[in-house]
């Protein structure tokens, strides 16, 4: 009996170490697979963030392009409207020609066109102007010839020395100038 209780007992130790091997492989591959699942999950959690930030960005441009859409699109309905209105506003001044209004006014942008020039002069007015241009300019007493030029919708173009000297002092530069005045006011208005 004395073998089969060495047999037994290096039987129960080959147990016993295979079992402390098992467990502690166990253990390990708990460890390992812990590990890895820690790992798995802070790669993971790093490519959502990425991701995230990728989406973050997108949305920043797609929100940008759309509030860039929107001033657009407020500033072409405000231009249109100031052009409108200057539009109608011209249409209006226009027909005040024929009128003694007309006259008083045409007489006020001469004198200002033609005060302090000396020398020869051309004053180019609307092709219906130029009897009262030509009125005007010999009571201004002031050396110009009166031409018929382009349509205007009032007003008058001096030049001198052969066109290099020219004022304006139209209905139309008139508006010009406070056109942009009026849209850079409107987009303040509007806040842009």
């Not at 129960?12 to 467990?23: G, T, V």
């Not at 591959?29 to 993971?44: F, G, H, L, M, Y």
């Not at 349509?151 to 406070?178: C, D, Q, W």
């Amino acid at each position: 009996m004395a073998i089969e209780d060495i047999f037994r007992a290096l039987e129960e130790q080959a147990d016993a170490e295979c079992s402390e091997i098992l467990r502690v492989a166990e253990a390990q591959a708990a460890s390992v697979k812990e590990e890895a699942r820690r790992e798995a999950d802070r790669i993971k959690a790093q490519k959502l963030a990425a991701v995230e930030e990728i989406v973050r960005a997108k949305a920043g441009k797609t929100l940008n392009a759309a509030r860039l859409e929107n001033k657009k699109a407020l500033a072409a309905v405000r231009d249109r409207a100031v052009d409108g209105v200057f539009d109608d506003a011209l249409v209006k001044l226009g027909k005040l020609r024929g009128t003694g209004e007309y006259e008083k006014v045409f007489a006020a942008l001469a004198a200002e066109a033609l005060t302090g020039l000396s020398g020869e002069c051309e004053v180019l007015v609307d092709p219906a102007d130029v009897a009262l241009a030509e009125k005007v300019v010999s009571s201004l007493s002031v050396g110009c010839t009166v031409k018929a030029g382009a349509p205007l919708a009032g007003g008058l173009v001096a030049t001198m020395h052969g066109g290099r000297i020219t004022r304006r002092n139209t209905f139309e530069s008139r508006l010009a100038k406070v056109r942009t005045l009026a849209q850079a006011r409107v987009a303040e208005i509007l806040g842009q």
